[in-house]
């Protein structure tokens, strides 16, 4: 199972992922984490895009693609896999398309957690992480409503955009959730002339 998560800053998408990913079984790939992991490794990659983080901005294109494009040859994604916070921009979204097209592995299903700005802000500030102080909130609030709020159409027309509710219960939001994925699990009925007698 192929899932991408998408969802502004606060939305939840960290802890319903990780419910997700134990579920089904899944690889839980983070750019947010790793790109944390590589700041505080001090690595160069971690030092440049720890400019964008600390400024509420998303890291340039060409960094995250060949983060995501490395991690996705890893051996425990071969079982599938949810991606929280990756793809941000259409350009990403494209060159995903594109990399998983060419292994033909399509996307299953991109979920969207929605959940209103007020309540975003509020989660935001109480979280205590060094992004979390008011104007980087806005500003990371601004990136998502720029530069990824513009993938819910390029998911929709292609058919695989679901949109759950965020607000609730982390129990009430996975259990929407799972009734999106589950049916993913089915396998495909077989057509009745091919039933063997
Ligand atoms: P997150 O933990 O997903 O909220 O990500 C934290 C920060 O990492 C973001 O504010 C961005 O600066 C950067 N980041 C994470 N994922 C991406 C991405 N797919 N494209 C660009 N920047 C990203």
Same mark, same amino acid.
Do not use: W
């Given at each position: ?60 294109? +060409? ?6 494009? %490395? @991690? $996705?040859? &890893? ?6 896999? !949810? =991606? *929280? ?45 060094? +992004? ?6 806005? %500003? @990371? $609030?601004? &990136? ?6 513009? !993938? =819910? *159409? ?44």
């Amino acid at each position: 199972m192929r899932v991408v998560f998408i969802g502004p800053p606060g939305a939840g998408k960290g802890t319903q992922a990780a419910l997700v990913a134990q579920r089904y079984g899944i690889a839980h790939l983070s750019t947010g984490d790793m790109l944390r992991a590589a700041r505080d490794a001090k690595t160069e990659i971690g030092k440049l895009a720890d400019q964008y983080m600390s400024a509420g901005q998303l890291v340039p294109d +060409d960094i995250i693609l060949k983060i995501v494009q %490395q @991690r $996705l040859q &890893a051996d425990d994604c071969r079982a599938g896999y !949810l =991606l *929280d916070g990756f793809p941000r921009t259409l350009a990403q979204a494209e060159a995903l398309d594109a990399m998983l097209a060419h292994q033909g592995t399509p996307l299953d299903s991109v979920l969207e957690l929605r959940v209103p700005e007020e309540e975003l802000f509020r989660r935001l500030s109480g979280r205590g992480r060094s +992004d979390d102080n008011p104007q980087v909130i806005r %500003q @990371r $609030l601004v &990136a998502y409503r720029q530069q990824t709020e513009p !993938l =819910l *159409d390029y998911y929709h027309r292609r058919g695989l955009l679901k949109t759950i509710d965020g607000l609730g219960s982390v129990e009430e939001i996975f259990h929407r959730i799972q009734q999106v994925l589950d049916p993913l699990l089915e396998p495909p009925r077989q057509q009745s002339s091919e039933v063997p007698r």
